[in-house]
């Protein structure tokens, strides 16, 4: 177990070279919701979606009446609008390429793609999202995640610190945001919470102003600490609580069950032969 260094984002001098991070999220915004203190702390990093953030089923889409296609260069324009805001360049923003809701069904490929990231800019740290049946591609990226980072042990590679910021899960029928879903055993890793400075909490609500597509979404995501911890060894053939998962509470297509045996699935091909 790694055991991660917080001062360089509790405070906001840093002495020395600032820490390599790599952001992997699921899709443009997440990174500002989750982690925005930690991604202007962190200056040299690297933000890499695993989506285009644009679903097939126009259902899922926000007030845009375009194409696909017109749909995802409006996400990523936002996204290099407002982290622009926390100094990172539109030359620092990768994209995976997977379909918003569908990345389950490509794990192999944005592996392949995120090792080729990862061994060509070596960070210090990947931020990623937990395992907690919010989102399908938010545990797609834990998933990847986990699976990137047996792949960097197994080459006897240096291995980046994997950390968790906080997205959102079904609680007592309702989502919870800004919260980590509470270990089912009884047990907890240490949190980092990260009070934002009256600058910070300014910089981000700008920042999420800058996501219009998705301003009714990012109405229930309250501006307050933000909270990050080392990230979990997943079992993903289990599901991440009892219950339905959020995703499966909003009727979409998307069932936990089918997305588990998708993850198995993937996790044994890298462990069997791309890995070996």
């Not at 899709?27 to 679903?55: F, K, M, N, Q």
């Not at 194409?67 to 609008?81: K, Q």
């Not at 793609?113 to 834990?142: M, N, S």
């Amino acid at each position: 177990m790694h055991y991660f260094e917080p001062n360089a984002l509790v405070t906001n001098g840093q002495t020395g070279s600032p820490k390599r991070a790599l952001f992997l999220v699921a899709h443009p915004d997440d990174e500002t919701i989750g982690a925005s203190v930690a991604l202007s702390r962190l200056p040299a990093s690297v933000v890499v979606y695993l989506t285009d953030g644009a679903p097939h089923d126009r259902r899922f889409w926000t007030s845009f009446s375009g194409s696909r296609e017109e749909y995802t260069s409006l996400r990523l324009h936002e996204a290099r609008t407002a982290l622009a805001l926390a100094g990172v360049s539109s030359q620092r923003i990768l994209t995976l390429g997977a379909a918003d809701q569908d990345s389950i069904y490509e794990v192999p490929i944005l592996v392949e793609k995120l090792l080729t990231i990862l061994r060509w800019f070596r960070p210090a740290v990947v931020i990623t999202h937990p395992y907690e049946g919010g989102h399908p591609d938010h545990d797609a990226a834990a998933l990847a995640a986990n699976i990137a980072r047996h792949c960097l042990q197994r080459e006897r590679r240096p291995t980046p610190v994997f950390l968790e910021m906080t997205s959102y899960h079904a609680r007592d029928g309702r989502c919870q945001t800004g919260e980590f879903l509470p270990d089912s055993t009884g047990t907890s890793e240490p949190i980092l919470t990260i009070e934002l400075s009256p600058e910070e909490k300014a910089k981000k609500q700008k920042m999420m102003e800058h996501f219009a597509s998705q301003g009714q979404v990012l109405q229930g995501f309250p501006i307050g600490p933000e909270r990050l911890r080392e990230a979990r060894e997943y079992d993903f053939a289990r599901p991440p609580h009892e219950g339905p998962l959020w995703y499966e509470l909003l009727g979409w297509p998307m069932r936990g069950e089918h997305w588990r045996e998708m993850a198995v699935q993937a996790f044994q091909a890298f462990g069997e032969s791309l890995c070996a």
